[in-house]
């Protein structure tokens, strides 16, 4: 694992998030100015596998940091967690002389470059990119402020409209196993109740509290919902509320995917190009097989595999925070 490395590929694997470009121009630059050869490996883990693999330079990275999505594509490579698919990609890295990689994705992506970098000698960086902010070892994941951003800009639209009609809204925000966007937009939107996959709900107290602001006639109301949370989503919960409050006006709204895109933000852009920079130093410096984060604003590196058995925790803190600003 010591040999320096002087190919680099990149990839980008899992949900897209905004500001995987702008990691990946950060990574090109750095890589071109210390004299690397870099590759863009396309659709993910897909790529090695597949053999779909191109040449970079400065060019190929110009007018993208303002860009959603990436450039290089993404998918969730199901070949790839088969050793015969792992050989494939190797087979292909070598064929180049790729001798170290980037992988900007999620957990799951730092799970599938940590049992690589395992059975092969070619060192992998992680970046966290993902909007969920679910990874142990960083206080951000590129694109969680874009996405948590864009959620709360249609959390601030949907109240108007509640406001004006007297209307309970059930608002499901992204989030299969992480209740990051909606805690965070929650806050920020001064919702009534944030429900999340990590925390049990306590449904009755919700329908109380409901039935009560009824006959104070507080109507209005936001309910934050992760789409991971433990009823299934608003619409689930939507039927659970007026199954026992069936004159209670209420309406639900997916915000979906339209979270995932758009233009990152200034903090994504930052973010992005600090880790990408941070990302090439460490293949050059032989910290290999760690993923990048950052923490009370300073670079900050966890082993693949401790980030791959971690989770960010939600504190109680938060959560008690959250029923007093709501009150
Ligand atoms: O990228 C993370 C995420 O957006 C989760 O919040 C969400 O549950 C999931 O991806 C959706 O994945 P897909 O786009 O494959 O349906």
């Known amino acids: 694992m010591s040999k320096k490395v002087t190919k680099i590929g990149v990839l980008t694997s899992g949900g897209d998030s905004p500001g995987m470009n702008a990691a990946i121009r950060a990574v090109v630059r750095t890589a071109l100015y210390n004299k690397m050869e870099v590759f863009g490996i396309m659709h993910g883990y897909t790529g090695m596998v597949e053999d779909d693999i191109i040449k970079m330079d400065g060019r190929s990275v110009a ?10 594509k993404t998918s969730r490579c199901i070949e790839f967690m088969q050793p015969e698919g792992r050989k494939k990609a190797y087979e292909n890295l070598q064929k180049r002389g790729i001798n170290g990689l980037v992988i900007i994705g999620g957990d799951g992506s730092f799970r599938g470059a940590q049992t690589f970098s395992n059975e092969f000698d070619i060192p992998c960086i992680g970046l966290p990119g993902t909007i969920d902010k679910d990874i142990a070892g960083t206080d951000y994941t590129i694109g969680f402020d874009t996405a948590a951003n864009t959620a709360v800009e249609a959390i601030d639209k949907i109240r108007d409209t509640a406001d004006a009609h007297d209307r309970l809204f059930l608002i499901e925000v992204m989030g299969r196993d992480a209740g990051y966007i909606a805690l965070h937009s929650g806050i920020a939107t001064g919702a009534e109740n944030i429900l999340i996959p990590e925390k ?7 329908i109380q509290s409901l039935e009560e602001k009824e006959k104070r006639k507080k109507l209005v109301n936001i309910i934050i919902v992760a789409e991971g949370d433990e009823f299934g989503g608003a619409d689930e919960l939507s039927k659970l509320i007026k199954n026992k409050l069936p004159k209670l006006e209420t309406r639900v709204c997916i915000l979906g995917h339209i979270q995932r895109g758009g233009s990152p933000s200034c903090m994504d852009r930052v973010l992005a190009s600090r880790m990408g920079y941070h990302a090439v130093e460490s293949l050059i410096e032989g910290r290999h097989n760690v993923f990048v984060g950052i923490v009370n604003n300073k670079m900050n590196y966890t082993p693949l595999n401790e980030a791959v058995k971690k989770k960010q925790r939600i504190s109680e803190s938060w959560m008690q925070m959250v029923k007093i600003l709501a009150t």
């Open 63 to 72: 007018n993208i940091i303002q860009r959603g999505g990436t450039i290089l």
């Open 200 to 206: 049990k709900t306590d449904i009755d107290q919700i």
